[in-house]
């Protein structure tokens, strides 16, 4: 595959957001937008399927990969994902040209909070949105084991996931940790290894930054606001976000195209399940995107 394209879009606050377009130009577009404490190398199993006959719009959310992190607290907030998920769309679609878009955990949340805009109506075909949630993702999450759901389970989770320690390298430790609290248990070894090198790279300040942003997320009516067909992807063995948040989103979308259950699936959907992440993208684009530009 070739060299992508690199772009650098910039959203309504000034921020810097980096971009790489992978594919030829003129194929059908797909878009995007990773998790937190992830970067664009999430996506290279789908990059590496798709890359070759569609357009493929992949972008690192801000304060991840090579886009900058925000100057002070206003920079970490729904608003601004919407605001730099719009500028991605209008640097790297012409006019009127529509997409499939494609969040991941923060990436959905991403997709939730820029669904009632205008940028986002006119580049939006379809949406599929993998392992994600709306709210009460800290009170629903099951990454501490063995404690009924409830305010001490809450308190204690908010403490790990919201934590100001660093990472640290990647050890046979970490890794353990890492597949336990976001992948399935019978992820393969490379897997949780790819998967531990791309969230160790975050930096720590900006991982506890959009922690808090995570912590009071309150996007239900935002989903009632997504007004184009939309698919959910979700793994049963998801402790970040459990499936319960899938199954909420997709009885609540107004054009809802159903749930797909993962069985065994943790919460890292495109690299635990390429396959079929990969799959669903490619059924949006040839119904919504291909049949439709066509017609």
Do not use: N
């Not at 886009?67 to 500028?87: H, K, V």
């Not at 993702?137 to 099951?142: D, F, I, Y």
């Not at 399940?273 to 919504?288: C, D, H, M, N, S």
Request: proline content about 6%; overall charge neutral.
């Amino acid at each position: 595959m070739s060299l992508p394209r690199e772009l650098t879009a910039v959203s309504a606050d000034g921020a810097r957001v980096h971009v790489e377009v992978h594919g030829p130009e003129g194929a059908p577009a797909v878009v995007l937008a990773h998790g937190w404490t992830c970067s664009t190398a999430f996506w290279a199993e789908q990059i590496r399927e798709l890359g070759a006959d569609h357009r493929v719009i992949a972008y690192d959310q801000r304060g991840h990969g090579r886009s900058a992190a925000p100057e002070g607290a206003d920079g970490y907030s729904t608003r601004a994902l919407a605001d730099d998920l719009e500028a991605v769309l209008a640097a790297t679609l012409a006019p009127g040209e529509k997409a499939v878009l494609v969040g991941h955990s923060m990436g959905g949340m991403t997709i939730m909070a820029a669904g009632g805009r205008e940028g986002f109506r006119e580049h939006a075909a379809a949406v599929l949105l993998c392992s994600t949630g709306s709210s009460s993702l800290v009170a629903e999450s099951l990454v501490v084991p063995l404690l009924r759901a409830g305010r001490v389970r809450t308190r204690i989770t908010r403490s790990v996931l919201g934590s100001r320690a660093p990472l640290g390298p990647v050890t046979p430790l970490a890794k353990r940790v890492l597949k336990y609290a976001t992948m399935g248990p019978g992820a393969a070894p490379e897997k949780v290894e790819a998967c531990a090198r791309i969230v160790h790279a975050c930096p720590r300040a900006v991982r506890f930054g959009w922690s808090h942003v995570l912590d009071a997320l309150e996007l239900d009516a935002e989903v009632g606001a997504l007004r184009v067909p939309t698919a959910v992807i979700a793994g049963t063995a998801d402790r970040l976000t459990p499936v319960v948040h899938a199954r909420r989103i997709a009885a609540a979308l107004p054009e809802s195209l159903g749930l797909t259950e993962l069985t065994g699936v943790g919460h890292m959907t495109p690299i635990e399940a390429p396959e079929a992440v990969t799959g669903r993208i490619q059924e949006l684009v040839t119904t919504y995107v291909q049949v439709k530009e066509g017609a």
